[in-house]
């Protein structure tokens, strides 16, 4: 899996509190004393989703940038 989208979904479980695992490219989810992996499918989505809050947060800064 590409490093970048790793990174973003990393940064993603980060900023929600949710403890994961990285070995070898695959990402664990500790629950309960329990790791279950997370699919390529799950871990993109993460990272789309944190990609798409890190835009909204770039936007709203240049907004009220612009608009003072």
């Known amino acids: 899996m590409d490093d970048k989208i790793l990174k973003s979904a990393n940064e993603y479980y980060k900023k929600n509190n949710i403890p994961t695992i990285t070995i070898d490219n695959n990402v664990f989810v500790e629950l309960n004393n329990n ?34």
């Open 35 to 68: 790791q279950f992996e997370l699919s390529e499918s799950e871990i993109k989505f993460r990272a789309r989703i944190n990609d798409k809050e890190n835009d909204y947060l770039s936007f709203m800064k240049e907004f009220k940038k612009n608009n003072k």
